[in-house]
């Protein structure tokens, strides 16, 4: 007997970007919907788990899929006779990653105030990025959209990730990147992109309205992308976004203006322009297919006050710890930076992205590491689960639905408790209802964020048979 548990994982942009703190919307549900990363489901082999009473043995899986990062799917058992005493209806669902392709596209500021960086990332980005990727198992392709060269203000990738030798960018002169099929590209424009003018350059070149130096993707950087693949932008930037796009039907102004409200709708222009003009590889606002990294000029975790009420965001973190979708934004600025960038933090938070401080040059190895695993990772549990079937001719007692969360490391297992409807959630944090209408168990809003950010969370319902349902 299958018992499929359905992924209520649409992105909620608008929400988030309006000043809600939802990245996703916990109240509708879609057999192989998204949030975030979404789009093509993900393929490989996946893991099931069976559970029951007495002489319960696994059942055969049921596979609901979402998209983020690296794709994943979650399987559920269900389990066989019942012995006395045991539940009527007994399942397991679990976090699965697997190996859904992933485009990682790094767009650099290649201004006077970024040489340090550039030196970073060309020391990191083989080693403690595309290593961590690649040894994951995740089919990755790393696309460049900077300057190539050897100058201070340029950046030139060598081995094993290009096809330039080590050592060999110093004296690569004006010879092309070492573009590496399959694998890395590099669109090279030269002096760009600079301080306030990155979203600009990526909406130009997408399609080669602004040709590359060396010619190299006449039609675009678009050539270079897979539609099957989840897409990452990573912005690197000690600046805020302030430019003028030309390519639409009217110009659009994509500036934050330094204040929340227009790094809100700064955030909601560029994104419907985004997909609007590929939505065959970064989706649509119902399916999004992209998620927006930046290392920016924000204030590091432990420092940082949110902008919202002024209270510091997370006092007893590392400095070197990503801000998630779920922590507000801030004002606060990094030693060296010029502006925390706020409309890049809120594409990050409005598509389920990290955000980290550009400052940080000593902990770039680190810094590095955290945006793989986070591009590898992104796991999530679903939050709208169908309710398992009973066994043979019993009916499921729907008041004695138990819910129980095991949370990834520390904090011991929690049983979650079942509110009468969703108007009843408030923003309790550990609560569900059942939909008798649909045969659903939905988690409270508040509840589906806390389990989305768990990589490795497992859930477990428990229904008892007899009775009548309500």
Known sequence: MKSLFRIALAASFAS???????LVSCGSAETSSSSGVGGTPASGAVTTHGVGGTGGTGGSAAVAQNGSGAGQGFAVGQ??????????ADAVVEANVTARPVDIVFVVDVSGSMSEELASIEKNINVNFAQIIGQSGVDYRIILLVDHG???FELCIEAPLSTIPKGGCAAIGSKPPGI???KFYQYSISGSPQSNDSLCVVLDTLYGNTKDDFNLAPNGWIDWLRPDAAKVLLFITDD??????????????FDDKNTAAGAKLMAQA?????????????????????QFYGLIGLESKNLAS?????????PNASKLDPFTALDPATKDVCSTAVSAAMGYQYLAKGTGGLRFPVCELTGFDAIFKKIAEGVVSGTKVPCELELPKPKGNQELDLKTVSLVYTPTGVG???EFAQVASAALCGDLKNAFYVDKDKGMLILCSDTCQLVELDPTAKLQVKIECGGNAF
């Open 306 to 314: 949110s902008i919202d009420n002024a209270q510091k965001i997370a």
């Open 412 to 414: 011991g297992v929690q």
């Open 270 to 290: 560029f994104d419907k322009a985004l997909m609007g003009l590929a939505p065959q590889q970064f989706g649509t606002s119902a399916k999004r297919n992209y």
């Open 150 to 152: 050897p100058g201070t």
């Open 16 to 22: 988030v970007l309006a000043g809600g703190t939802s």
């Open 180 to 182: 590496k099929a399959g």
């Open 240 to 253: 805020r976004p302030s430019c003028t796009w030309n390519g639409g039907d009217a110009p659009i102004e």
């Open 79 to 88: 389990g066989g006779s019942v012995g006395a005493g045991g539940s009527c």
